[in-house]
């Protein structure tokens, strides 16, 4: 992070060169600080909306702390210092000299909200945004852009301007990724969702250029800020949607930590199962749509436990045949509970059937096969897998390696082998970070519920539900 800090100062300070330096050229004051005013302006209307490659600040989170988040857990949302308005920012690209456009988008950067380390968070910001300006705005002047600019030479100066919203795009994608890899240990992130966001970065390209040839034209920045309209009732639009998405998150956070309250180990468990079901969707092809419905469900699989008495979700030791079948009714409470959540959507069947069985021998509805949600047979695969590499305060966890082949071992009975096939080369290509022991240690090798039935099976029913906690 240093390094990318002392390039972005000296980028800008190679405006105070004699003449503007060999690639910078003179700076025109009154067109930088009215670019840079609308960029400030029109970036407060998308706060809180991270736009199609710059999602900086909460990836930074973790490195400015000082930690990782355990097994590749994606930091937090805050929503701050996230958004940057790109038509006007691309224009700066377009219409100045590199330091002067990497400008552009400093002040916004330095004023936005922004969570602890304040200063050292709204620098990178900054920083990483000059960086990104200063060479597409260089790539733009080599290769003659300001010429066909001036001239308005259609498609030509369209072609200088596009390859320079697309390195644009690569620099900050670099930055941001490296950042990504640093805070969460993440390959796979790196590269998230690139083409999408270039492409949506791409047509805002197009709108800076726009942006540029009227600025240039007879009625001046008047006609240009006229063309900003659309785009600011895009970033306003688009802000609403995040701030609705944020209110989701934060919905299902407080009814996590409502069971977290009742159940010690169930903290940190429901993300983890969040994270395992989302790596197995994400093998199978599964709608990124559909991934954010589904990280829900994973995450509240649990959350009917918070109407199941204390003393028995911390029980150590066997239940009794009463006691189980009070432990086995959360599923049931649990959709309940999140019924008239109707964003949760498909995610309330994942979490009513997470404890069915392939064979028909789960609960609470004794469902076979494809019967079963799609999400329950993912999630089911999850939390066993997590169940079992946890360390709990009464026995240390199986060994990854142990756990899969529980899983291929169960699978067609009690779990479906295509998800447990997904898992294992998810696991195989990303690994897993188990969760840590508990801060007071194990006191014993107590064994919990066995993952699999034991056959023969002629028990009752109650007595073969033998699913994963």
């Known amino acids: 992070m240093a390094l990318v800090l002392c390039a972005a100062l000296g980028a800008l300070l190679s405006s105070a060169l004699p003449g503007g330096g060999p690639l910078t050229g003179p700076v025109h004051w009154p067109r930088l600080g009215l670019l840079a005013l609308l960029h400030a302006c029109w970036d407060s209307l998308a706060q809180g909306s991270p736009t199609p490659c710059l999602r900086t600040a909460r990836a930074a989170r973790a490195v400015f702390a000082g930690r990782a988040p355990a097994g590749g857990a994606r930091p937090a949302e805050d929503g701050t210092g996230g958004a940057v308005f790109l038509p006007v920012l691309f224009a700066g690209v377009l ?7 990497a400008l552009v988008a400093v002040p916004a950067a330095l004023v936005a909200p922004a969570a602890a380390p304040r200063a050292l968070r709204r620098a990178w910001n900054a ?22 600019l001036l001239g308005s030479r259609f498609p030509g100066a369209a072609l200088p301007a596009l390859a320079a919203v697309a390195l644009f795009c690569l620099v900050n994608a670099a ?44 009625y001046g920045a008047f006609a240009a800020v006229l063309a900003l309209l659309p785009f600011s009732i895009s970033a306003w639009v688009s802000a609403q949607g995040s701030r609705e998405r944020r209110a989701h998150r934060a919905t299902v956070q407080a009814l996590v ?3 977290e309250i009742k159940d010690a180990y169930t903290r940190g468990h429901s993300e983890r199962v969040g994270r395992a079901s989302v790596l197995i969707a994400r093998q199978l092809g599964m709608a990124e749509d559909r991934l954010r419905t589904l990280h829900f469900a994973g ?9 199941v008495a204390t003393e028995l979700l ?12 009070a432990v086995e009714v959360h599923p049931v409470l649990g959709h309940e509970l999140v019924r008239g959540i109707d964003f949760l959507g498909e995610a309330r069947g994942g979490i009513l059937h997470h404890h069915e069985r392939m064979d028909g021998r789960g609960y609470p509805s004794g469902l076979t096969g494809d019967r079963i949600p799609e999400f329950a047979r993912i999630i089911s695969v999850a939390d066993a897998f997590d169940s079992m590499t946890s360390t709990r305060s009464y026995r240390r966890g199986r060994p990854v390696a142990e756990a899969v082949a529980e899983l291929e071992r169960c699978a067609g ?32 090798e107590v064994p919990d519920i066995p993952l699999g039935v034991p056959e023969p099976a002629r028990r009752s029913a109650t007595d073969l539900l033998r699913g994963a906690p």
């Open 127 to 148: 920083a990483q945004l000059g960086l990104s300006a200063f060479a597409a705005a260089t790539l733009f002047r080599l290769l003659h852009g300001p010429e066909l």
């Open 413 to 444: 009975s009690q779990f479906d082998p295509q998800m447990v096939g997904a898992l294992v080369a998810a696991v195989a290509e990303h690994g897993w970070q188990p969760a840590p022991p508990p801060p007071g240690g194990w006191d014993g």
């Open 95 to 101: 219409m100045l000299p590199p330091a002067a456009a």
């Open 299 to 307: 995450t509240l699989h649990d959350v009917g436990k918070v109407g």
């Open 257 to 259: 930590q409502a069971v």
């Open 314 to 325: 911390r029980r150590n030791g066997p239940l009794s045949e009463q006691e189980r079948r």
């Open 175 to 218: 930055l941001v990724g490296g950042m990504r890899y640093l805070a969460e240990d993440d390959r796979t992130r790196i590269t998230e969702g690139l083409g999408g966001r270039l492409a949506g970065a791409l047509l805002h390209g197009a709108g800076g250029l726009m942006v540029a040839v009227l600025w240039q034209g007879p």
